[in-house]
């Protein structure tokens, strides 16, 4: 089974949350060697040569709607018309990579942005949807973490039918049925509280693409997964509420880019056109357009 980006989101949020409580930012961090600039360490591209050959590269989730997908040959979603919105900006064209989620955030960062996988293949000037915790920045310092976007969140979708008055909690799945995307924060948040007696009742899929689906079809009366992914799949007969999840440690967190640490004049150009598009109303009209909710993030 292919991972997907939300099992990199899992082990940031078990890694990094925890480690951080209770901490200064970066109080207990040892800093890393820095790359030397000689032979394949030598990645990325400076803004001035991005300006001159006249395209930029995005690295995107594949598979990953609403955010990322692919969709008659070509590359769709938030997150490409996000990198589009960047690259006018700049002045250039956007070209996109659809790269598969690795085994951690950590590992897609070290393919994409700043080393490059091992097999085949080459890292992107900017890399698209990475979640930003300020105590993880201190631990991948070859990363400039910047262009923060969006707030997303975990949310519960269900059926009006089946909840005609109040809507569901994660208590209520002890007795009835919720779709999830196999393995991810949703299904381990659920499985694992309180004590696993919710762990009968969860029905996992591949994506959660197939878990709306489900939903939709009354194979589950809810689903659960972040709001972004609920509503691109709700339909009519379909509600949406984002109700308190007790002993959830990040139940939402900011999406934003990610940029080689030797580039950061490109990394500030990148995180200005982000601020100028928040500011204007721009990229919440891309959210609109693909009918979903924009949440400004707090900049930190």
């Known amino acids: 089974m292919i991972r997907t980006f939300h099992n990199a989101l899992l082990g940031l949020t078990i890694g990094c949350f925890a ?40 690295a995107a989730y594949e598979d990953f709607p609403p955010w990322s997908y692919e969709q008659d040959g070509k590359a769709v979603g938030v997150d490409i ?7 006018e900006d700049l002045g250039v064209e956007a070209r996109f990579k659809l790269v598969a ?32 915790d300020s105590a993880f920045a201190c631990r991948v310092e070859q990363v400039v973490f910047t262009g923060q976007y969006h707030v997303e969140d975990i949310a ?20 009835d049925t919720v779709a999830v995307e196999n393995d991810s924060i949703s299904d381990f948040y659920l499985s694992a509280f309180p004590g696993g007696q919710l762990a009968g009742n969860v029905r996992r899929y591949p994506a959660m693409a197939d878990a709306m689906i489900a939903l939709a079809q009354g194979e589950t009366k809810a689903a659960m997964g972040t709001r972004a992914q609920l509503e691109h799949g709700l339909t009519p007969d379909l509600g949406l509420h984002a109700p308190p999840l007790p002993g959830f440690a990040a139940g939402n967190w900011t999406a934003g880019v990610a940029v080689h640490f030797a580039y950061r004049p490109l990394a500030y150009a990148v995180d200005d056109a982000i601020v100028a598009a928040i500011g204007d109303g721009r990229l919440e009209q891309i959210f609109a357009d693909h009918g979903l ?3 400004a993030p707090e900049l930190r």
Not at 81 to 87: F, P, T, W
Not at 101 to 124: C, F, H, I, M, Q
Not at 156 to 175: N, T
């Open 101 to 132: 989620a690795g085994e951690t955030l950590e590992a897609d960062l070290r393919n994409w942005v700043w080393k490059g996988p091992v097999v085949s293949g080459s890292v992107a000037n900017v890399m698209l949807h990475v979640p930003y």
């Open 156 to 175: 519960i979708a269900y059926r009006k039918a089946a909840y005609p008055e109040d809507p569901p909690v994660p208590a209520y799945f002890r007795f």
């Open 19 to 58: 480690a951080s409580s209770g901490w200064a930012r970066c109080a207990d961090h040892v800093p890393q060697p820095k790359p030397q600039n000689t032979a394949r360490d030598v990645v990325g591209t400076d803004l001035d040569t991005i300006q001159e050959r006249g395209f930029i590269t995005f």
């Open 81 to 87: 018309d996000l990198g589009r919105l960047i690259a």
């Open 293 to 295: 909710t924009f949440r």
